[in-house]
Each structure stands twice: as C-alpha cells, then as structure tokens.
C-alpha cells in the first residue's frame, strides 16, 4: 500500500500559478505510475493529468491541457504538478493518485492522498 501526502494548495488570484507537489512513501517509486483527480464542491472526481512510471508518458484532461504540467522525479519519490494561467473554475481539491499495475485515467483511480485545496479568486 502507497501513502501519499500532497501539499502546495492555496489561494491565487485568476491568471495566477501553483505548484502541487505528492510525496510518496513506498519503496520504490518509480514502481508505480502516478497522477491527479480533482473534486469542485458538489462536484465528482476529475481526472487531471497522469505520468507513467518512467515519466516517458503524460496524459492531461482537456480542460488543463497547455496550462498544467506534470511531472516525477524518483529518486526524491516526489510528484509535482505545475499549475498556470489558473481559472476560477480549476477550484478544488487536489488528489494525488498512484496505481502499480496500470496508468492513472478517470478509470483507474488507484489509491489516493488526503488531498489539497485549490482556491483561485476571480
């Protein structure tokens, strides 16, 4: 089993940038592929973006595409997710996600984090 602890949430104005980071306490990183979910208050779970376990693959949701990067480093057992040109409606909690069989989707969900909040001010 993976624990995973995100931080990095916060208030910023529209336009403006975050970065998320997700620490992972397991054993070997790079064994599991990894990504973010989003929840909007009285929303369901969207799929954000997810990285393959060499990092070699990204796949991100339309609705972040061009404006969100995310990326892995290994070694540090750390995930990071490079939020710009933030939106009112990118708002939510921000979920880590890691699976070790198979690539994060809206499908696979794997096990997740706690979470961290995303407040973007109009």
């Known amino acids: 089993q993976v624990q995973l602890d995100e931080s990095g949430g916060g208030l910023v104005q529209a336009g403006g940038s975050l970065r998320l980071s997700c620490v992972a306490s397991?054993?070997?990183?790079?064994?599991?592929?990894m990504g973010w979910f989003r929840q909007a208050p009285g929303g369901e779970p969207e799929f954000v973006a997810a990285?393959?376990?060499?990092?070699?693959?990204?796949v991100y949701a339309d609705s972040v595409k061009g404006r969100f990067t995310i990326s892995r480093d290994n070694a540090k057992k750390t995930m990071w997710l490079q939020m710009n040109s933030l939106k009112p409606e990118d708002t939510a909690v921000y979920y880590c996600?890691?699976?070790?069989?198979?690539?994060?989707?809206?499908?696979?969900?794997?096990?997740w984090g706690r979470g961290t909040q995303v407040i973007v001010s109009s």
């Open positions: 996600a890691a699976d070790r069989h198979q690539m994060i989707s809206s499908t696979r969900r794997g096990n």
């Open positions: 397991v054993t070997t990183a790079s064994s599991y592929a």
């Open positions: 990285i393959a376990w060499s990092g070699a693959t990204t």
